[in-house]
């Protein structure tokens, strides 16, 4: 079955997470790129100083922050200086000043504090701090029985400042295990059981996350109405399947939810859903083991598992979707699609560990210990697995150093918030305690004088909006209520879902030394810049990926740096391949052509991240590399791997693809036609087949423009095949090669790329189809009247655009106009060029 005619290519809008655009993820991409990732020099200018709001309060009041209980919102100056700051949680961290943008009647502050009132500070002390971060700390304390509830504000009124009392309610002080052992956090979590059971609950995602949490406080009041509701979920889901049409999203919630459930009543009335949803999840897997928005398309021997079509993965998704099968085995569904899912997955996500983050999709390792909450579901799946201890203690450990990273996250921290906390209890009790204390300032800040909570966040990071901007308004991550989010972190020490510790053993926990071991590396990203050069490099022997990433970051930056280029060479050659890892990225970060020797010899090297950094590394010196050009292509040609079967140490083949953007996206590229021209032919080639599209898409400007005659005669079948088979991981970007491609073989007119170009018309889908169609309908018009051949095909494309038929593609008359143009081209076209034929690839 074809791509464009796959059912699991259809169009996405009614997924109610379909807020996941391309455009949002380049905005993320883009945010990234221009400072989190990057070296220190190169992070983002600092913004303009906030605003005096007692001068002037003419601010966006549509987006605010919840004032915890004390029945405010407020304006805070939320720009931060540079990219990892947002990443970091430093969102407010320039604000010295809250805007009062609303009072809630009958709140605590009702009558002494009005909107368009300025906060200076607490007490009689101005702000010298994130004032956000300032006021959580200051309700946390008032909240002591010694403080009496009594909070003090610096208030600026018409001129006039004085400190203000606010009188909030009392509910002790959290405990040092908290939430764990904590009058506090059982206080917190009734309240919002209150609020929570009076919600609604509906056949959504949304939904089962609300179950879930009535699940999570083991109350037995509760239990006839979490019945009738996964009856009721389950009656609706019995014969889902065959994988073709998956809803990822929705239905891997639901099996978390039916499962857990089933788990603590054992009612046998909705094991035929869970059985329904697990096996049908299974089948529409991936053969990475990922999941996008939807399921994979067939391969092309129409057999389940394939790749997951345009858009891509997404792993938000995927690891809700693999959670939902785990527990559906631990139910008892039993079926070898199942069991094969799981190993696909846990090859998958185990990849990453002791590399980094689980990346947005079939991407590399992002060096952030969590990133809306991908880190601690994989702590989850790995952990309920039972048989995966090391991966679930690392992402444990994780999500443990990541109570910096929640405010952080694609469209939104809403993942975060409902993950975060759940990944650091896989790591026991201390390490619960340990993520709750950091993050406690933000818990007591989203926390309502009602006692329930609200959702503040923003695309990426910062305030949040509500529909009528009011205390009391609704304030949600696309319909995931916080009261249900909230009440699954506070219920964790209760243990009675899987999710929140029910199976967690003694003897799985993190030690003291662990948990300790990751808040210091959670908070690295500051430390580093007191540190000494020599504490830089005893850095890259750090358990935590990310402070080994962060150490040669900074280290690449110290003026003293290149001075230390002998030692880092001598330790990248080094038996430590942590210690490694950070000696080659901190060389790569320095562009020392002078370790190019040890780059190339690492690229063959066991320790599959180690090349990664080695190829990276090349790929920063870029064009000094030339004369080690002849030896990178050797060993690349050497160590290239089949597609299948998968090599699971390095599944994407990420190291293969910095080499690829090394040799065709730097000053590299003008070397490759001084080499061997078979040697790189086959570099060309093997490049072509790389796993990942974006590593595939970096050919696309070297098929444009730098190939001769000659080189595509030779190279065409590698071409060709590139055009017609889109990468296997990474779909996202997988039509760029085959744009690129198409470009070479109509520039010289060969016979085949007519067919090619109808076939890519058809799957030219979505984002950046405004700029491939006309580009590929020119190509077929310069073949003339031998394009007549394509005439049907672009016909019918262009009527399927015109009724809607067409996924991904909208109603767009100048698409069809284009379209009909072309056709009306070829067919009064007289002549033809020469057409030559590609040669068979084996006779090359």
């Keep these: 079955?074809?791509?464009?005619?796959?059912?699991?290519?259809?169009?996405?809008?009614?997924?109610?997470?379909?807020?996941?655009?391309?455009?949002?993820?380049?905005?993320?991409?883009?945010?990234?790129?221009?400072?989190?990732?990057?070296?220190?020099?190169?992070?983002?200018?600092?913004?303009?100083?906030?605003?005096?709001?007692?001068?002037?309060?003419?601010?966006?009041?549509?987006?605010?922050?919840?004032?915890?209980?004390?029945?405010?919102?407020?304006?805070?100056?939320?720009?931060?200086?540079?990219?990892?700051?947002?990443?970091?949680?430093?969102?407010?961290?320039?604000?010295?000043?809250?805007?009062?943008?609303?009072?809630?009647?009958?709140?605590?502050?009702?009558?002494v504090m009005e909107v368009n009132d300025v906060i200076l500070g607490v007490g009689d002390t101005r702000f010298s701090d994130d004032a956000r971060?300032?006021?959580?700390?200051?309700?946390?304390?008032?909240?002591?029985?010694?403080?009496?509830?009594?909070?003090?504000?610096?208030?600026?009124?018409?001129?006039?400042?004085?400190?203000?009392?606010?009188?909030?309610?009392?509910?002790?002080?959290?405990?040092?295990?908290?939430?764990?052992?904590?009058?506090?956090?059982?206080?917190?979590?009734?309240?919002?059981?209150?609020?929570?059971?009076?919600?609604?609950?509906?056949?959504?995602?949304?939904?089962?996350?609300?179950?879930?949490?009535?699940?999570?406080?083991?109350?037995?009041?509760?239990?006839?109405?979490?019945?009738?509701?996964?009856?009721?979920?389950?009656?609706?889901?019995?014969?889902?399947?065959?994988?073709?049409?998956?809803?990822?999203?929705?239905?891997?919630?639901?099996?978390?939810?039916?499962?857990?459930?089933?788990?603590?009543?054992?009612?046998?009335?909705?094991?035929?859903?869970?059985?329904?949803?697990?096996?049908?999840?299974?089948?529409?897997?991936?053969?990475?083991?990922?999941?996008?928005?939807?399921?994979?398309?067939?391969?092309?021997?129409?057999?389940?598992?394939?790749?997951?079509?345009?858009?891509?993965?997404?792993?938000?998704?995927g690891l809700t979707a693999n959670l939902g099968i785990v527990m559906g085995k631990k139910?008892?569904?039993?079926?070898?699609?199942?069991?094969?899912?799981?190993?696909?997955?846990?090859?998958?996500?185990?990849?990453?560990?002791?590399?980094?983050?689980?990346?947005?999709?079939?991407?590399?390792?992002?060096?952030?210990?969590?990133?809306?909450?991908?880190?601690?579901?994989?702590?989850?799946?790995?952990?309920?697995?039972?048989?995966?201890?090391?991966?679930?203690?690392?992402?444990?450990?994780?999500?443990?150093?990541?109570?910096?990273?929640?405010?952080?996250?694609?469209?939104?921290?809403?993942?975060?918030?409902?993950?975060?906390?759940?990944?650091?209890?896989?790591?026991?009790?201390?390490?619960?305690?340990?993520?709750?204390?950091?993050?406690?300032?933000?818990?007591?800040?989203?926390?309502?004088?009602?006692?329930?909570?609200?959702?503040?966040?923003?695309?990426?990071?910062?305030?949040?909006?509500?529909e009528d901007n009011t205390y009391y308004g609704k304030s949600s991550y696309n319909g995931l209520s916080p009261n249900a989010t909230y009440v699954l972190t506070y219920a964790a020490p209760l243990r009675k879902l899987c999710i929140t510790g029910k199976e967690l053993k003694k003897e799985e926990c993190l030690s003291k030394a662990e948990v300790a071991a990751a808040i210091v590396s959670g908070r690295f990203d500051l430390d580093r810049t007191k540190m000494s050069e020599q504490q830089l490099v005893a850095a890259f022997g750090d358990w935590s990926p990310v402070v080994r990433f962060r150490a040669a970051e900074e280290l690449s930056g110290r003026p003293g740096a290149k001075a230390m280029v002998p030692q880092l060479i001598a330790l990248a050659e080094g038996k430590d391949v942590h210690v490694a890892q950070g000696a080659c990225e901190t060389l790569g970060n320095l562009k020392c052509a002078q370790a190019l020797p040890v780059y190339v010899s690492l690229l063959s090297h066991e320790d599959r991240w180690l090349r990664y950094k080695a190829a990276q590394a090349i790929r920063k010196v870029g064009g000094e590399a030339a004369p080690e050009l002849p030896e990178i292509l050797k060993t690349f040609v050497k160590t290239e791997e089949p597609l299948q079967p998968i090599n699971w140490a390095d599944p994407i083949q990420f190291a293969h693809g910095q080499i690829v953007g090394a040799l065709f996206t730097t000053d590299l590229v003008n070397s490759l036609q001084t080499v061997d021209t078979k040697l790189r032919y086959a570099a060309v080639g093997v490049a072509s087949r790389n796993a990942d599209g974006m590593a595939r898409g970096h050919l696309k400007g070297y098929f444009e423009s730098k190939l001769s005659a000659e080189d595509v005669k030779a190279l065409a079948p590698d071409i060709l095949a590139a055009v017609k088979n889109i990468a296997p991981a990474d779909t996202m970007f997988g039509q760029d090669i085959r744009m690129g491609g198409t470009v070479a073989l109509s520039k010289y007119h060969y016979q085949e790329g007519i067919r090619a170009l109808a076939e890519l018309l058809k799957v030219i889908n979505g984002h950046g189809s405004e700029t491939r169609i006309p580009s590929i309908l020119n190509q077929l018009k310069s073949y003339g009247k031998a394009a007549r051949c394509a005439i049907p095909d672009m016909k019918e494309f262009s009527l399927m655009i015109q009724h809607g038929e067409m996924p991904d593609h909208p109603v767009n008359l100048k698409k069809v106009a284009d379209i009909n143009e072309a056709i009306k081209f070829i067919e009064n076209a007289t002549d033809q060029p020469e057409m030559p034929r590609v040669a068979p690839a084996d006779s090359k």
């Design 1 to 111: 079955m074809s791509p464009a005619s796959h059912p699991a290519f259809a169009s996405t809008s009614n997924n109610p997470m379909n807020t996941h655009t391309h455009s949002h993820f380049l905005a993320s991409t883009i945010l990234i790129a221009a400072g989190a990732f990057m070296p220190a020099g190169h992070l983002a200018a600092t913004p303009p100083a906030p605003p005096d709001l007692t001068q002037s309060s003419t601010v966006d009041r549509t987006l605010t922050f919840n004032l915890g209980a004390t029945g405010l919102r407020g304006w805070i100056y939320s720009k931060p200086a540079t990219a990892l700051d947002a990443i970091q949680g430093r969102t407010t961290a320039a604000s010295r000043q809250i805007l009062v943008t609303h009072v809630g009647n009958n709140s605590p502050a009702s009558g």
């Design 133 to 317: 971060k300032s006021f959580a700390r200051a309700i946390t304390e008032a909240e002591k029985v010694e403080n009496g509830g009594i909070l003090k504000l610096l208030r600026f009124r018409a001129g006039k400042t004085e400190t203000v009392r606010l009188k909030l309610r009392v509910l002790g002080s959290y405990s040092a295990t908290a939430p764990y052992d904590c009058p506090k956090s059982r206080l917190i979590l009734a309240d919002a059981c209150k609020a929570l059971e009076k919600e609604p609950l509906d056949d959504s995602w949304c939904g089962a996350v609300s179950g879930l949490a009535l699940l999570a406080t083991g109350k037995p009041e509760y239990l006839p109405r979490v019945r009738e509701f996964a009856r009721a979920m389950a009656s609706k889901n019995l014969e889902l399947g065959n994988g073709d049409h998956c809803d990822s999203w929705g239905w891997g919630f639901k099996d978390i939810f039916l499962s857990e459930y089933y788990l603590a009543t054992g009612d046998k009335e909705v094991m035929p859903a869970i059985t329904a949803f697990t096996v049908t999840l299974a089948r529409g897997q991936s053969l990475y083991g990922t999941f996008g928005h939807g399921g994979s398309w067939r391969t092309p021997e129409g057999k389940l598992h394939g790749s997951i079509p345009p858009y891509g993965p997404v792993n938000q998704a």
């Design 331 to 466: 139910c008892g569904v039993n079926d070898s699609e199942v069991d094969a899912a799981i190993g696909r997955a846990s090859k998958f996500f185990g990849y990453f560990v002791d590399k980094g983050c689980i990346p947005y999709g079939e991407h590399e390792p992002i060096p952030l210990h969590d990133n809306n909450g991908k880190s601690a579901m994989a702590a989850l799946l790995f952990k309920l697995q039972g048989n995966r201890p090391a991966e679930a203690r690392f992402f444990a450990k994780m999500s443990t150093a990541a109570y910096e990273n929640r405010e952080y996250g694609h469209t939104g921290q809403g993942f975060s918030y409902l993950w975060g906390g759940l990944g650091a209890h896989v790591g026991g009790p201390a390490a619960g305690a340990a993520f709750f204390k950091e993050s406690a300032w933000h818990l007591d800040l989203v926390r309502r004088c009602d006692g329930t909570f609200t959702y503040d966040g923003g695309e990426q990071h910062g305030p949040g909006r509500t």
